[in-house]
């Protein structure tokens, strides 16, 4: 290793991603850009705390992107997969075709020879499926219509890395020229024809579908039963190696066997037993791939021939751009989810490094042809969270909100009582509650496409985002009294909620919380009425686990009751003292202990038959014990 062993070298990228990530973080940057920056600075370019062993390391380190796409697949059910199923092929399926063809016509006329520009074209057509899932999954986009494209567009282009595998030896220059050349591992197909390279790799693939759907389920059946968890996660790793190894030896991508794998296991009993294991080395291992790919940018390449490879890089996102943005055009898509989309697949992807290095021995391409070209991929793929904070900060308050907000103008200078922030699954229960007892609500959401989708089954949504203060003037916040604050985004709701006490001090705030955390923020920044959206459901749940173990109904729900009234003071307690760690827990202990004698109390002292007379349900289970009536369960005569 460069300047120490194994344990040097550990050391060194763990302590860039401890410094750098979360540096990245503050500053809104995100953590796949962190961990980027943390490769570049330690690589050979910059501190050279790394050297070429760097090479070795990405290897390694792919295994994380290998990881992710089993976890991938295995979120892929059946049923979501049918959902996209237009995205998917159709908006998936002309992003690589158009791009291909694009790209190829452009490697041609700049002199290469056609089956060579063909490949070169197919291998940047596709994007970086690890830095776009972690990025859009950090900025909690995945949900949104933009996000689901480019999942469905990423899906696409890792099926399409099968094709792509078994045809490039079939664009070889020569069937066999420089397969299994010194320094690169034998394989099982090794001296081929083109052909039947071609028959054993399907045959790979079909055999981990059959293996998948008629053997798995049994052995890990065996491997749970000895109720060991440290085995059943040796099982999960062994699965994921074992496919990875196999897909080597077939010559294709380990990452696209362990896809088609968790994909077959999708519908296992034991899909989520699998995630749980594999997702902390997924995680770790990503983050490791990120600050490979850092290191690996070849500075000295690009030193040497800046222009060519500044000219490739802009010729590169700027073509996948303007594919991706006349393509979500095409589909649907709003002016800012479309944005969305084509800024975030604007680059290289993952699978380039392995795709030019197979096109390469297979004498598809050259070395001299490759090496500017992996440059550029890296390049483009650094450049992803960059391309997003540009569409986020610059392009999305410009061309996203203005183009919707100006169409619905006329309507939204009503003023109503209330004006509900965000209209999903949280806010259009409180819209519609409000609705059903005759109270009107001005409706605003930043999600264009739901907006529109929310106007057809005839509900008055409108677009923009509620952190303005001019759309909160234009949306009646002058003459309302209450405005709900429902969500999705933390960060979000906080800006929002500064604004209003700044330009609206007299709206009374009723903040949704996704937990404790987030309602410390809102009480600190003032909001009075606070509401965890889990506290309610899991309330629920305890009253009526209470009642099935045989406690009554009034008791579990007066000690719901207590519990809420008590837990939450207890919040606005700590809400000042959470940053003293110490004082945090003693109070928190000391809540604790107060609430279970102050129940207990309650369960010694309260006299039942003074809340009896409404238990009508326990009443009813009583009689039936007795015989005098039917109990839950039975028909009544």
Do not use: C
């Amino acid at each position: 290793m460069h300047g120490g062993g194994f344990f040097y070298q550990a050391f060194v990228y763990l302590a860039a991603a401890v410094i750098a990530v979360p540096v990245a973080k503050r500053l809104g940057l995100g953590s796949v850009l962190g961990y980027l920056l943390a490769g570049i600075a330690i690589g050979p370019f910059a501190l050279g705390l790394i050297g070429e062993e760097g090479k070795d390391v990405m290897q390694f380190a792919e295994f994380g992107v290998v990881m992710m796409l089993f976890l991938i697949g295995l979120e892929l059910e059946p049923s979501r997969v049918w959902r996209l199923r237009g995205p998917i092929l159709g908006l998936g399926g002309l992003q690589v075709t158009v791009t291909t063809a694009l790209l190829t016509g452009s490697a041609m006329l700049v002199g290469l020879e056609w089956r060579s520009a063909l490949a070169v074209g197919m291998i940047l057509s596709l994007s970086s499926t690890a830095i776009v899932l972690q990025t859009l999954n950090e900025k909690g986009l995945m949900g949104t219509a933009g996000g689901q494209s480019s999942f469905s567009v990423l899906l696409f282009q890792d099926l399409a890395v099968i094709p792509m595998l078994a045809l490039l030896p079939l664009l070889a220059m020569e069937s066999t020229a420089h397969i299994g050349d010194a320094g690169h591992a034998a394989t099982w197909v090794d001296g081929l024809p083109a052909i039947l390279r071609t028959a054993v790799v399907i045959g790979a693939v079909a055999a981990i579908v059959v293996g998948g759907r008629f053997l798995l389920s049994p052995a890990f059946r065996l491997v749970a039963g000895t109720r060991l968890r440290e085995l059943f996660t040796a099982a999960a790793l062994l699965l994921v190696i074992g496919i990875a190894l196999l897909m080597a030896q077939v010559g294709l991508s380990p990452a696209l066997g362990t896809f088609v794998a968790g994909v077959v296991l999708a519908n296992s009993e034991y899909r989520h037993e699998l995630e749980s294991d594999v997702e902390p080395f997924k995680g770790l291992l990503l983050g490791l791939f990120f600050i490979a790919v850092g290191a690996s940018i070849d500075f000295a390449l690009i030193a040497a021939r800046p222009v060519m490879i500044a000219g490739l890089v802009a010729g590169l996102v700027v073509v996948k751009l303007v594919v991706l943005f006349l393509l979500g055009r095409v589909f649907g898509l709003g002016w800012d989810q479309n944005l969305l989309l084509a800024f975030g697949l604007a680059q290289g992807g993952e699978f380039a490094f392995v795709l030019f290095s197979f096109a390469t021995q297979n004498s598809v391409l050259t070395t001299g042809t490759t090496a500017p070209l992996i440059a550029v991929v890296a390049v483009t793929m650094a450049l992803t969270p960059l391309l997003l904070l540009v569409n986020e900060r610059v392009l999305q308050p410009r061309f996203g909100t203005t183009e919707r907000q100006a169409r619905p103008a006329d309507e939204i200078d009503e003023a109503n009582p209330v004006i509900i922030a965000g209209f999903g699954r949280f806010g259009s229960i409180v819209g519609r509650l409000l609705s059903a007892n005759g109270v009107r609500a001005t409706v605003l959401d930043i999600d264009s496409d739901q907006v529109d989708v929310l106007r057809r089954l005839g509900l008055r949504v409108f677009y923009g985002d509620a952190s303005r203060h001019d759309l909160l003037h234009a949306a009646g916040a002058q003459q309302a009294k209450l405005l709900v604050l429902a969500l999705d985004d933390p960060e979000r709701t906080l800006d929002l909620v500064r604004t209003v006490r700044r330009h609206f001090p007299h709206l009374t705030i009723l903040a949704r919380a996704h937990g404790r955390r987030d309602a410390y923020d809102l009480i600190d920044a003032g909001v009075d009425h606070v509401y965890r959206e889990t506290l309610d459901t899991s309330l629920r749940i305890g009253v009526d686990a209470l009642r099935i173990i045989g406690v009554r109904a009034y008791r579990a729900v007066r000690s719901a009751r207590t519990f809420l009234r008590h837990d939450e003071a207890a919040v606005r307690d700590l809400a000042g003292m959470r940053h003293d760690r110490r004082s945090y827990i003693n109070v928190a202990k000391q809540r604790i202990r107060d609430l279970e004698e102050l129940l207990l109390s309650d369960l010694r002292d309260r006299d039942d038959s003074v809340d009896a007379g409404w238990d009508t349900e326990s009443l009813r289970e009583d009689l039936g014990r007795d015989g005098s009536a039917p109990g839950r369960g039975e028909t009544r005569r």
